[in-house]
């Protein structure tokens, strides 16, 4: 069975860090593109960043970007998400979610069809 | 940047009818649109991509059409599961994946 386990997440003072870890199991993450989701509360979904398979490709929503890196080892079949310089609208839970593959391309769609339950950054003083 | 709107923002159905969700891209995406049901407390899940493909073993209750700036999701006969928040996001022109805010089914 096809799952993904985001840890990691908790409270967090302003400007402070945390590492989320995200462990694929029943598929070979180093197959896929990934990316990070997040979602405040009562609100809707937010795409935070991308990494292709090797990792030489990254991308990152402007409201994240030079605060959070993306990063995976393939070895441990795991994906990262380390942010930094916290803000309270950080706050949400971040889900990681598997990118589908593009055979025209050999590149990903950019629709998810595998999803984590989510890990939940709280950012408060 | 390309902005999903989604409408309306809240929906109210009886059991059995048919449920009309909007999708509107700020510009054309093709048919580069996927739809997610999401249940309070859970992940997302995939329910049609390329803007009418199911994914496999979703009901056939549930579909998907238009094409370049407009979309519907339709569930034909609502059953008790499916009132939940429905997602669509684009993945014509990225970075970044956009999604619209989300339409919720509600029990009428």
């Known amino acids: ?125 | 940047e390309i902005v999903m709107t989604q409408s309306p923002a809240t929906l109210s159905v009886s059991p059995g009818e048919r449920a009309t969700l909007s999708c509107r891209a700020s510009q054309s995406v093709g048919t580069n649109l996927a739809w997610y049901q999401q249940k309070p407390g859970q992940a997302p899940r995939l329910l049609i991509y390329g803007a009418s493909t199911r994914v496999t073993g979703i009901p056939a209750r549930f579909s998907g059409s238009g094409s370049g700036t407009e979309f519907t999701f339709t569930i034909s006969s609502l059953q008790s599961e499916d009132f939940a928040l429905y997602y669509c996001q684009q993945y014509n022109k990225w970075p970044p994946l956009t999604f619209g805010g989300g339409t919720k089914v509600e029990i009428k």
């Not at chain 1, 950019?110 to 890990?119: A, E, S």
């Open chain 1, 1 to 125: 069975q096809m799952q993904l386990v985001e840890s990691g997440g908790g409270l967090v003072k302003p400007g402070g860090s945390l590492r989320l870890s995200c462990a694929a199991s029943g598929f070979t993450l180093s197959d896929y593109y990934m990316s990070w989701i997040r979602q405040a509360p009562g609100k809707g979904l937010e795409w935070v960043s991308y990494i292709s398979k090797s990792g030489t490709t990254i991308y990152y929503a402007d409201s994240v970007k030079g605060r959070f890196t993306i990063s995976r080892d393939n070895a441990k079949n795991s994906l990262y998400l380390q942010m930094n310089s916290l803000r309270a609208e950080d706050t949400a839970v971040y889900y990681c979610a598997r990118d589908t593959y593009n055979q025209f391309t050999g590149g990903s769609w950019g629709y998810m069809d595998v999803w984590g339950k989510g890990t939940t950054v709280t950012v408060s003083s």
